[in-house]
């Protein structure tokens, strides 16, 4: 064989089959078990000390405080504590950088005071900042930017108050407005769904057994959309917005409960901003709740992840090119209250982080799924775009194509590239 300039004919063959190709499965370690004080209820992963490593910080409401464990590159030191108040009852955390300082500030939601708080982030030693009056029992937040402002804003679905609270930081505070739902809001999701890039947002109305949907102007205001229904017996609760079928439109993942019956995903699928019937797909637990979507088995498109809180274990639902494959669980502690998404332990892709309320503790599942060899470009897919980036670099010598990593490029390195590009993943 010549090298040198190298061409496709030795794969072309095996280039249309693979041109969807993606890797297959996914694997999670044994959990591991972070003490967390009495009834942690939220928690959230960010880099909080700017050393470059992703820290845990935790809320727990016995007795009110935020546990923030900074991360040592070998694990989770001990806790420092920060104290909301007695009474207050700390539930969502989210972090960002509300005044630009390149420190992840906190903000937590006060679930028996109706508030929202700011903890501002000086060098890894938070202070109480700014609070906004939110809806009565905010029982979710989400974080997004509603206005465009390049902040970020905070969203909260409010159970007893039926309404979302759309508080915007703008720079020193918190201006909250609010938008009416259904019957007790449980769940609340942003993403853009009818394609005008505002963003959107969608919220479970448990009581009413049904989705509000809310179209946004791209100033901060929400105007409502129509509903979608799952009717009886099952109850919506957790929410988000997710492209299912990788076709650009975002498709919206409900997932809804009722004891007596097999737990569901929802799948209402969006065609040109509109939502056709829904698919279901089981989750494998019961009272399910929280879902988060990420490339779980890199594979290139968005996985779900189901915490089912009476079962005590967390669903992973495989996308399977467009439809959820069969739920695999893993075993959490007991009454699993939220589920979060993080990178603690370095693993090669998203970890999942569940707060466990009754059994004190939080919950780290080390995603083990291997990157694909010959994903060289690393978007989840084997298909040409990685034979001619492959190429590239071999052409011009560069240790990048030194695929056998023995600190030569040669034909060697051709010959298991094209190997591994013909196995796909």
């Given amino acids: 064989m010549r090298y040198g300039k190298i061409t496709k004919g030795l794969a072309l063959a095996a280039l249309a089959a693979l041109a969807g190709s993606a890797s297959a499965g996914v694997s999670f370690g044994p959990r591991t078990d972070i003490a967390a004080a009495q009834r942690p209820s939220s928690s959230v992963v960010a880099d909080l000390n700017g050393d470059g490593l992703r820290d845990l910080a935790v809320t727990t409401d016995t007795p009110d405080k935020v546990l923030i464990y900074l991360n040592t590159g070998a694990g989770l030191g001990a806790p420092a504590t920060l104290l909301t108040g007695a009474g207050s009852g700390p539930d969502s955390i989210a972090a960002g950088d509300l005044d630009g300082d390149g420190d992840q500030d906190l903000v937590v939601v006060l679930k028996n005071i109706g508030t929202i708080r700011a903890y501002m982030n000086t060098g890894g030693v938070f202070a109480a900042g700014a609070s906004g009056a939110v809806g009565a029992d905010p029982r979710a937040m989400i974080v997004t930017d509603v206005n465009g402002d390049h902040r970020p804003d905070f969203i909260t679905s409010n159970r007893d ?4 609270s759309i508080a915007s930081w703008n720079g020193a505070g918190f201006s909250v407005s609010s938008v009416a739902t259904g019957q007790e809001p449980y769940g609340v999701a942003a993403g853009d769904f009818n394609a005008d890039g505002k963003v959107d947002l969608a919220a479970t109305n448990h009581r009413d057994r049904n989705v509000s949907l809310f179209t946004g102007n791209g100033a901060g205001g929400f105007a409502a959309a129509g509903t979608l229904n799952v009717g009886n017996p099952y109850r919506p609760d957790g929410v988000v917005f997710v492209d299912i079928e990788r076709d650009g439109d975002m498709d919206l993942a409900v997932v809804a409960s009722d004891n007596a019956v097999a737990n569901q995903v929802f799948v209402f699928r969006n065609t040109a901003g509109a939502f056709g019937a829904p698919t279901l797909s089981p989750t494998g637990g019961m009272n ?6 990420a490339d779980l088995d890199r594979d290139g498109d ?6 089912n809180v009476d079962s005590a274990t967390l669903s992973i639902l495989e996308n399977l090119g467009g439809a959820l494959g069969a739920p695999v669980t893993l075993t959490t502690g007991a009454t699993p209250s939220h589920l979060a998404l993080g990178n603690l332990v370095g693993s090669p892709s998203a970890e999942l982080v569940v707060t466990g309320r009754d059994s004190n503790v939080v919950s780290i599942y080390e995603n083990l799924t291997p990157p694909c060899p ?6 989840g897919f084997v298909n040409g775009n990685d034979f001619d980036q492959f190429a590239s670099w071999f052409d011009a010598g560069s240790a990048l ?3 056998n990593g023995d600190g030569f490029v040669n034909g060697n390195d051709y010959d298991e590239f094209a190997q591994a590009f013909d196995l796909g993943c």
């Fill in 161 to 164: 108050s039926n309404d979302l």
């Fill in 288 to 293: 399910s709740g929280q879902v988060v979507a």
């Fill in 302 to 307: 968005s996985d779900l992840a189901v915490l």
């Fill in 374 to 379: 010959a994903d060289v470009n690393e978007d």
């Fill in 401 to 403: 194509s030194d695929f």
